[in-house]
């Protein structure tokens, strides 16, 4: 089993920028790619960001494409998002999570494509 543990959230102004990160633990090895989705106020939970680690590419979901980038120092241990030119739309709890499936695309965001989900950090982003 993996582990996830987020950190980094909290209460930014517009335009700023905020770093998370996501710590995972235990089976690590098995992970095949890793995730950032996020569930803004009301809303259903969303795609963010990608990474495969066979080939380190990353995927950003519209939104954020241009503003957040995901890197990894060690990689299946730890995940980065960092968030540039910050909106208040982009409030919401951030969830890092995992993915132990064989990889069959290129693409992977919607929450059935991973198996292990953190707890979340709240990012708050005022006007």
């Known amino acids: 089993q993996v582990q996830l543990v987020e950190t980094g959230g909290g209460l930014v102004q517009s335009g700023g920028s905020l770093r998370l990160s996501c710590a995972a633990s235990?089976?690590?090895?098995?992970?095949?790619?890793m995730a950032w989705f996020r569930q803004r106020p009301g809303k259903e939970r969303e795609f963010v960001g990608h990474i495969m680690w066979n080939t380190r590419n990353t995927y950003y979901a519209d939104s954020v494409k241009g503003r957040f980038t995901i890197s990894s120092t060690n990689a299946r241990k730890t995940l980065s998002l960092e968030m540039n030119s910050l909106k208040p739309e982009d409030t919401a709890i951030y969830y890092c999570?995992?993915?132990?499936?064989?990889?069959?695309?290129?693409?992977?965001?919607?929450?059935?494509?991973?198996?292990?989900w953190g707890q979340g950090t709240q990012v708050t982003v005022s006007s």
């Open positions: 999570a995992s993915r132990e499936k064989v990889l069959t695309s290129s693409v992977y965001d919607r929450d059935s494509d991973f198996e292990t």
């Open positions: 235990g089976r690590t090895e098995r992970s095949t790619a």
